[in-house]
């Protein structure tokens, strides 16, 4: 079986050193089997599931269709602590082999996660929060860079990435922008040992997105990506045209948000995140399909890189 390895995806038992990675409300069961059948690391997280039963069930489903690994995230401060806490009991009980903690602080997952062999990965977007997660025993940082959906950082890739490496002990996973083999060289280049793609996969024929969603996505351009704090209160990438009218760029941030809660529960529900990759994800297709697509761009990226000549 061909494979691209490094050490981390190696330790997580992966063919391809890539994640699908997990994006509220949209990610679900079925993109982390079709993941996991891609040789990939598929993930959503737990919350996805609207109660501790369904998301016990959504497990139970997983690993009766795939015995290949696969991540849950836990938002930790966005989850109610008895719920985190049963999640991640029923992510020991069912042999979760990774969780991506996010939104808070890892080290109590981490400490229990590890007597059970599990990996822990969290994500961060500055290097003063990457070392306390490397302090809190998280086994690789996911570096989250300039453009990427969801909560997103400003710094640039080029430097994030080797950036971080340079600082830590453990492994550095590259996300933001990443949707084509081309940036997967780039980012195994820069020094990560992963990659962490969430825009690609909302165009993929297995995530739960609305239709019109992911056709926003597929001919979306840099442009129609807006970075504001006014829908959370935390910045994140947004598709412009799904934000209400005074949450774009010239409004002020307290209209933004009046204007959210007025319409109700709209937030990340019908106000879309995706990041500035939508520029290169240009079709729906299913999961195994963009991986054969990433796969083979990674290999014509390497083989067109000139050589030193004498
Ligand atoms: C719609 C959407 C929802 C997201 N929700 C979450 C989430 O619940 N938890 C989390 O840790 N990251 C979340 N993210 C961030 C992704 O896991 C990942 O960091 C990001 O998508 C990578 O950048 P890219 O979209 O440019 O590939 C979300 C991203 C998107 C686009």
Same mark, same amino acid.
């Given at each position: *079986?061909?494979? +691209? =390895? ?14 699908c990675?997990? /994006? ?5 069961? #079925? *993109?982390?089997?079709?993941?996991? #059948?891609?040789? !990939? ?8 599931? =609207?109660? &501790? @039963? ?16 696969f991540? +849950? ?17 029923a ?18 997952? @981490? =400490? ?5 062999? /599990?990996?822990?990965? &969290?994500?961060? !977007? ?6 306390k ?13 300039? $453009?990427? $959906? ?16 340079? &600082? ?14 081309r940036? /997967? ?11 962490? *793609? ?17 056709? *926003? ?5 840099p442009?129609d !990506?807006?970075?504001?704090?006014g829908?959370? $209160?935390?910045? @994140? ?22 204007a959210v ?41 390497? =083989?067109?890189?000139?050589p030193?000549?004498?």
């Open positions: *079986m061909a494979r +691209i =390895r490094t050490p981390l995806s190696e330790r997580l038992g992966l063919q391809y050193p890539i994640v990675a997990p /994006m509220f409300i949209i990610s679900n069961k #079925e *993109m982390i089997v079709a993941a996991a #059948e891609a040789g !990939i690391l598929g993930s959503m997280p737990s919350i996805n599931l =609207r109660s &501790h @039963a369904a998301f016990r069930e959504a497990l139970g489903w997983i690993r009766q269709r795939t015995d290949r690994p991540a +849950i995230n836990l938002t930790i401060k966005l989850t109610d602590p008895e719920r985190l806490q049963q999640d991640f009991e992510c020991i009980e069912f042999g979760v082999p990774a969780v991506i903690t996010s939104y808070g602080n890892p080290s109590e997952i @981490a =400490r229990r996660a590890h007597d059970r062999g /599990m990996v822990v990965l &969290h994500d961060v !977007i500055h290097l003063k929060h990457a070392l997660a490397q302090e809190s025993g998280a086994d690789a940082i996911i570096g989250v860079a300039a $453009g990427a $959906g969801g909560h997103a950082g400003t710094t640039s890739p080029f430097v994030l990435y080797p950036y971080l490496r340079e &600082h830590l002990r453990v492994p550095v996973v590259a996300a933001g922008c990443i949707a084509t083999g940036q /997967m060289a780039a980012s195994l280049a820069l020094g990560a040992e992963l990659v962490y *793609m969430g825009t690609r996969f909302i165009a993929s024929t297995e995530c739960g997105a609305d239709e019109r969603y992911k056709s *926003m996505v597929v001919n979306g351009a442009e !990506i807006e970075y504001t704090d829908v959370s $209160g935390v910045h @994140a990438n947004f598709l412009r045209q799904t934000l209400p009218g005074s949450a774009s760029a010239t409004a002020d941030r307290g209209a933004a948000q009046d809660q007025k319409e109700g529960g709209k937030k990340w529900k019908d106000i879309w995140s995706a990041g500035q990759g939508v520029a290169l994800a240009r079709e729906v297709k299913p999961i195994a399909a963009i991986v054969d697509d990433v796969v083979r761009e990674y290999t014509e990226a390497l =083989r067109a890189l000139p030193l000549e004498d």
